[in-house]
């Protein structure tokens, strides 16, 4: 994929859908509904874990310059940049209701 399309992915719909399915209501939702819901925070986790193990190599390509939008032209930038948006996730999940997560 293209850094722009990376960007999309991992900046914008991935996320998007991580940050809905926190605000949805647990007790509005089957069982199984909520395990597939938990799955995916869990693969999530992994996910980042995995990034964060990777990041390293990435740090010198991200651009704190106003405007900058190396993110869409460089790979390395489009994945070193998306740590905001993983930090966010899992800050929020840090905090996140038990119930969920299947306290």
Request: aromatic content about 20%; glycine content about 4%; overall charge negative.
């Amino acid at each position: 994929a293209e850094p722009y399309e990376k960007t999309q992915f991992l900046r914008g719909e991935l996320f998007i859908y991580a940050d809905f399915l926190m605000n949805l209501n647990p007790s509005s939702h089957s069982a199984e509904e909520n395990e597939r819901i938990r799955t995916f925070f869990y693969t999530f986790l992994k996910f980042f874990n995995k990034y964060l193990e990777i990041l390293p190599k990435y740090l010198d390509e991200i651009d704190t310059t106003p405007g900058s939008e190396a993110f869409l032209e460089s790979e390395p930038a489009a994945i070193a940049n998306a740590f905001y948006e993983f930090a966010d996730l899992f800050c929020k999940l840090w905090l996140f209701d038990g119930e969920r997560l299947g306290k």
